[in-house]
């Protein structure tokens, strides 16, 4: 059966300068600050931004009263104040320009997930989220980079059917049951370590190790 042709786009560029000493320093602090895998999180972050910076200074360009300025501006604002990328009372095309990837970083699932504290530790957030136990309203969501719109914050929480909401009992809960040790601390246990085998994927400059 044939197929149908799709269309594959860019969704992150490197830098054309690969060792700058600068922003390798940055973007190995924003790595370890959010819990990032790899530098290609940030790239795709900053991909992102430029096109929106882009589509802003083509904007700021035409008349104020221009129509194109007027809906596709509107639209641009809005889209970033229900991400909660840009605040209310900075509804205005300028502020747009002054966005940083930061901003977007903090918006990431795995980052609110940690700042409602149902994760130890930024890279335990990751962990918890890769392995479907947190849900986004009624939709369970294992992807760490899904973008938080404000309106969707508040139901962020244990998915029904993981351990940690209620659910069935994990896999070495169970077997530690059995053996009659305590099953929570030895279940909290094995969840650290994985934790702690997320974190030591350590970044560094030109690329990552584990």
């Known amino acids: 059966m044939p197929r149908a042709p799709r269309t594959y786009s860019k969704t992150y560029s490197v830098p054309k300068q690969p060792y700058e000493s600068a922003r390798l320093d940055a973007e190995l602090k924003l790595a370890g600050e959010f819990g990032l895998k790899n530098k290609r999180e940030i790239y795709r972050i900053n991909f992102q931004l430029s096109k929106i910076r882009r589509a802003a200074r083509e904007l700021l360009t035409r008349d104020d009263k221009d129509e194109k ?3 596709e501006g509107n639209a641009l604002i809005r889209r970033l104040v229900r991400v909660g990328v840009l605040p209310e009372d ?10 940083r990837p930061e901003d977007f970083l903090e918006r990431r699932l795995q980052t609110q997930v940690f700042k409602l504290g149902l994760a ?8 918890l989220i890769s392995q479907k136990h947190i849900a986004v309203g009624k939709q369970i969501v294992n992807i760490p980079s899904f973008m938080v719109r404000l309106d969707s914050q508040k139901h962020i929480d244990f998915a ?13 809960k169970r077997k530690n049951q059995g053996k009659g040790e305590d099953a929570e601390e030895a279940d909290d246990k094995d969840m650290s370590e994985k934790a702690e085998s997320e ?12």
């Open 69 to 71: 300025r007027l809906f």
């Open 160 to 172: 029904p059917n993981s351990p940690y909401g209620g659910g069935r009992a994990g896999r070495v």
């Open 199 to 210: 974190k030591y994927w350590v970044l560094v400059p030109g690329g990552t190790t584990d």
């Open 90 to 99: 900075k509804m205005k095309l300028d502020y747009v320009l002054a966005l």
């Open 120 to 127: 130890r530790s930024i890279h335990h957030a990751r962990v």
